[in-house]
C-alpha cells in the first residue's frame, strides 16, 4: 500500500467509496457504532451521529478494510477532513495529552 499515491485512478476510489457504503450495512459497522464512542477523540456519541472515517483516506491510496475504517464523531471528521495529516498528528497527540 502507498499511503501518499496521488496518482490513483478514478475507478479505484470509486470502487472503495462503494465498498465504504456495503460496509457501513455490516453488522461488523454496526456493532463497532453501536458501542458509541468515537475512536479519535473518545467523546460519547449517538450512534446515528458516529460518520465511518478511513484512517488513510482513500484519496490518499487508503483502502475500505476493516483495519482502516473507524467511527468518528462529527467534530472529528470534519477537523480531519480540513487539517493536513501532520496538522491532524498533532490534533491527536493533543487529545492524548488531556
Ligand atoms: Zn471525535
Redesign the pocket.
Known sequence: MKPYAFDLDERDIKRERQKARELRQSQWWKRRCAKGR??????E?PPAELTMDHIVPVARGGKTTKGNVVP??????N?KKQLLPMEWQEYLLS?QIK
Request: charge should be positive.
Open positions: 468515537c475512536h479519535y477523540c473518545g467523546k456519541t468518528a464523531c462529527k467534530d472529528c471528521n477537523k487529545l
